[in-house]
T-cell receptor, first 115, second 114 residues
Framework: NAGVTQTPKFQVLKTGQSMTLQCAQD?????MSWYRQDPGMGLRLIHY???????DQGEVPNGYNVSRSTTEDFPLRLLSAAPSQTSVYFC??????????????FGPGTRLTVL | AQSVTQLGSHVSVSEGALVLLRCNYS??????LFWYVQYPNQGLQLLLK??????LVKGINGFEAEFKKSETSFHLTKPSAHMSDAAEYFC????????????FGKGITLSVRP
């Protein structure tokens, strides 16, 4: 199993540009989520999904869109990038749904810089 | 609302010394508690988790944590630090509710001096 994969590893955008961060998992997990990591802030939940076709907002959803057309893929879209979105983005997945004690597996991260 | 507090942002210990990383939680219902580790330029990896079975939880790499309800704490310890333990450590909490999500603390960076 490859686990959770993310592409690209690094990305530099100009303000106003759009892009999609890719995330895929091969563990047949129902629950997938996106976090952003900023210094001194820990990880903050952006969006999550409890299955194909079902997504919901997390703590910091503004400026981001998600969709879940398959169990495996959970892309994160930045519609119009802003410098405040400069961060490291992590995708994660786990087998169980809300309230689960199942281990959450993280991808290697995408380091995004918005100029 | 659920939350975790990790006091301080940086802990430095000598190799072979005790590692103690503190985590206090706030939850109105019985929590599930987790410790994750992040090595430089990598994703997060689960160290251990408390799921209401045993209060003393043993994890990977010699780490353990004890759930203390009276103190609302879940501190992470390791008897003897190794250079390879240098990383960032995150405490996280969720609970059994239908809309529960995993909420992370701000993280603590552990440095190990030779």
């Amino acid at each position: 199993n490859a686990g959770v994969t993310q592409t690209p590893k690094f990305q530099v955008l100009k303000t106003g540009q759009s892009m999609t961060l890719q995330c895929a998992q091969d563990m047949n997990h129902e629950y997938m989520s996106w976090y952003r990591q900023d210094p001194g802030m820990g990880l903050r939940l952006i969006h999550y999904s409890v299955g194909a076709g079902i997504t919901d907002q997390g703590e910091v959803p503004n400026g981001y869109n998600v969709s879940r057309s398959t169990t495996e893929d959970f892309p994160l879209r930045l519609l119009s990038a802003a410098p405040s979105q400069t961060s490291v983005y992590f995708c994660a997945s786990r087998r169980g749904l809300a309230g689960s004690t199942d281990t959450q597996y993280f991808g290697p991260g995408t380091r995004l810089t918005v100029l | 609302a659920q939350s975790v507090t990790q006091l301080g942002s940086h802990v430095s210990v000598s190799e072979g010394a005790l590692v103690l990383l503190r985590c206090n939680y706030s939850s109105s219902v019985p929590p599930y508690l987790f410790w994750y580790v992040q090595y430089p330029n990598q994703g997060l990896q689960l160290l251990l988790k408390y799921t209401s079975a045993a209060t003393l939880v043993k994890g990977i790499n010699g780490f353990e944590a004890e759930f203390k309800k009276s103190e609302t704490s879940f501190h992470l310890t390791k008897p003897s630090a190794h250079m390879s333990d240098a990383a960032e450590y995150f405490c996280a909490v969720s609970y059994t509710g239908a809309n529960s999500k995993l909420t992370f603390g701000k993280g603590i960076t552990l440095s190990v001096r030779p």
